[in-house]
């Protein structure tokens, strides 16, 4: 059996990214937080960021919602591509379908973190939830 790898570059990317907006929210929360007068470490126990957020400024918020959402719906998308690599499918559908999907998360990422008016916001989520939704169904039909 060989594996496909071309549509399994998405996915890299994708967690890439994930990465990079870890980050930024690092670099965008904590001197939110100073600037707020909160103090993580005196926080009481179990207390998680986002008890702080009424505190925060907007766009802090923002980025800390889009990590959020980077670590729920591509939970589907990764071992989605994972399994059409594994089934064999290099098709130029699937492949394209995979990179639809990763680059309209980072639009959306840099929408929401920066912007984030809900209709456009929604408009790239539901845009990359159709190619998700397909890449699904293509893994379904493959797997059966």
């Known amino acids: 059996m060989q594996i496909e790898t071309a ?6 990317v994708l967690a890439g990214w994930t990465m990079i ?3 930024w929210l690092l670099a965008r929360r904590i001197p939110a937080f100073a600037a ?8 009481p126990a179990g207390a998680r960021g986002g008890d702080g957020e009424e505190q925060m400024p907007a766009k802090a918020n923002w980025i800390s919602h889009n990590y959020t959402h980077l670590v729920e719906q591509p939970t589907v998308f990764y071992p989605v591509v994972i399994m059409l690599a594994l089934m064999g499918d ?3 559908l699937s492949v394209n379908l995979a990179w ?6 980072v639009l ?5 973190a920066n912007v984030n008016t809900i209709p456009v916001r929604f408009g790239l989520f539901a845009l990359s939830s159709l190619c998700l939704i397909t890449l699904a169904a293509r893994a379904v039909m493959q797997a059966l």
């Open 90 to 92: 290099n098709s130029a």
């Open 36 to 43: 707020a007068g909160v103090k993580l470490g005196e926080m």
């Open 108 to 112: 959306h990422s840099l929408w929401q």
């Open 100 to 105: 639809g999907y990763a680059g309209v998360r």
């Open 21 to 23: 907006v870890f980050l």
């Open 7 to 12: 549509i399994l570059a998405p996915a890299a």
